[in-house]
């Protein structure tokens, strides 16, 4: 079945940028909206943004100035980066898949990362 | 933005009884509504989307009803398993945005 792996650093200096890679695995990322999605320490969950496979993005307007989301069929990845990040920032990150009825609804997520933020 | 509020906070309910828990939209999201289960350590997992159809593989004990801003989850006959934290997500306006979460615990 599919399954999603977040990549990448989990410490980020302030005002750096985050960057985070979601690979799939064991399907395809044609087809589908992929999201990203975090949670910050003790907290609920906050949608960063969303990408189609063909490229259309949707961001969350908190944090729309500071992300891009982006996908790379040829890898069956998708990626999320955040600049400027502050300790606010600081947050366990999801990379999830909408379903095919409804995008917006996450069956399939990956185990997360945790990201922190600090000098 | 759409504001989704999840009561109550903590629910403490026995094994083999009936859980009720409750999300409430600021506006209404039609029946635009997901529920999603949470365990520590662990990604959330879709239960309900459409308010009211389960994802595939959730058990039938696992119900969603309600449209509008009132929504309920009820799991009715609690398993070991199922005592975590339920989210609810509306996806209705953008941005997409979760309630706080209602966390159930083994009474």
């Known amino acids: 079945q599919v399954q999603l792996q977040e990549s990448g650093p989990g410490l980020v200096k302030p005002s750096e940028t985050l960057s985070l890679t979601c690979t799939v695995s064991?399907?395809?990322?044609?087809?589908?909206?992929w999201s990203w999605i975090r949670q910050p320490p003790g907290k609920g969950l906050e949608w960063i943004g969303y990408?189609?496979?063909?490229?259309?993005?949707n961001y969350n307007p908190s944090l729309k100035s500071r992300v891009t989301i982006s996908v790379d069929t040829s890898k069956n990845q998708f990626s999320l980066k955040l600049s400027s990040v502050t300790a606010a920032d600081t947050a366990v990150y999801y990379c999830?898949?909408?379903?095919?009825?409804?995008?917006?609804?996450?069956?399939?997520w990956g185990k997360g990362t945790t990201v922190t933020v600090s000098s | 933005e759409i504001v989704m509020t999840q009561s109550p906070a903590t629910l403490s309910v026995s094994p083999g009884e009936r859980a009720t828990l409750s999300c409430r939209a600021s506006?209404?999201?039609?029946?635009?509504l997901a529920w999603y289960q949470q365990k520590p350590g662990q990604a959330p997992r879709l239960l309900i989307y459409?308010?009211?159809t389960r994802a595939t593989g959730i058990p039938a004990r696992f119900s969603g009803s309600g449209s509008g801003t009132e929504f309920t989850l009820t799991i009715s006959s609690l398993q070991s398993e199922d005592f975590a934290v339920y989210y609810c997500?509306?996806?209705?306006?953008?941005?997409?945005?979760f309630g706080q979460g209602t966390r159930l615990e083994i009474k």
């Open positions: 506006q209404s999201v039609s029946s635009n």
């Open positions: 997500q509306q996806y209705n306006n953008w941005p997409i945005t």
């Open positions: 459409g308010a009211s």
């Open positions: 064991g399907g395809s990322i044609s087809s589908y909206y």
């Open positions: 999830a898949r909408g379903t095919v009825v409804v995008p917006a609804a996450l069956d399939v």
């Open positions: 990408i189609y496979y063909s490229g259309s993005t």
